[in-house]
T-cell receptor, first 115, second 111 residues
Framework: DAGVIQSPRHEVTEMGQEVTLRCKPISGHDYLFWYRQTMMRGLELLIY????????DSGMPEDRFSAKMPNASFSTLKIQPSEPRDSAVYFC?????????????FGSGTRLTVV | DAKTTQPPSMDCAEGRAANLPCNHS???????VYWYRQIHSQGPQYIIHGLKNNETNEMASLIITEDRKSSTLILPHATLRDTAVYYC????????????FGRGTSLIVHP
């Protein structure tokens, strides 16, 4: 298995532009998670899905952030409009169930820089 | 939600055992202890988990105290590649509980 695949690896955009981050979870995993990591706040959970349905989006910072999972093999995290304070590394993770014997599997992340 | 407390940083000589402590004094009976690590510029990686018994796999050993209020992750022969941030988290079985990763312990393995 190729693991959790995220794209792009790096994204540099100007303030006010729309940014879309993509994630392909491991085939057969029922749960998908989006995390954000910054020096100030560490690793924060933004939203998670179960069987393509958003379950908890309480970590989404504001209405500029939205996430979708149109099918079991693809999810997007969109920021519109982007702001410099959104600069961070965004990780996607998936797991087979809430208590998976191997824990979550994380992707390599997308480093977002908003200038 | 059970919280965990870890030292912010530790260091270890290459080839020696690295013992990383974690305090989870408010852990409840159905919560597992999980350990992850994050090597620079990569996503967190699962290491090991346990409920009450000690566990060992090819990466590490997990020692959980009898009262389950603390645990220790042991890397028996640390290498330079083990330099990373190590996170101790607790997760309940089932339900909708999502763990938080906290700040973890930054382990530096030096030659």
């Amino acid at each position: 298995d190729a693991g959790v695949i995220q794209s792009p690896r790096h994204e540099v955009t100007e303030m006010g532009q729309e940014v879309t981050l993509r994630c392909k979870p491991i085939s057969g995993h029922d749960y998908l998670f989006w995390y954000r990591q910054t020096m100030m706040r560490g690793l924060e959970l933004l939203i998670y899905f179960n069987n393509n349905v958003p379950i908890d989006d309480s970590g989404m910072p504001e209405d500029r952030f939205s996430a979708k999972m149109p099918n079991a093999s693809f999810s997007t995290l969109k920021i519109q409009p982007s702001e410099p304070r959104d600069s961070a590394v965004y990780f996607c993770a998936s797991s087979h169930q809430m208590l998976d014997s191997d824990g979550y599997t994380f992707g390599s992340g997308t480093r977002l820089t908003v200038v | 939600d059970a919280k965990t407390t870890q030292p912010p940083s530790m260091d270890c000589a290459e080839g020696r055992a690295a013992n990383l402590p974690c305090n989870h004094s408010t852990i409840s009976g159905n919560e597992y202890v999980y350990w992850y690590r994050q090597i620079h510029s990569q996503g967190p990686q699962y290491i090991i988990h346990g409920l009450k018994n000690n566990e060992t796999n090819e990466m590490a050993s997990l020692i959980i105290t009898e009262d389950r209020k603390s645990s220790t992750l042991i890397l028996p022969h640390a290498t330079l590649r083990d330099t990373a941030v190590y996170y101790c988290i607790v997760r309940a079985s089932g339900g909708s509980y999502i763990p938080t990763f906290g700040r973890g312990t930054s382990l530096i393995v030096h030659p």
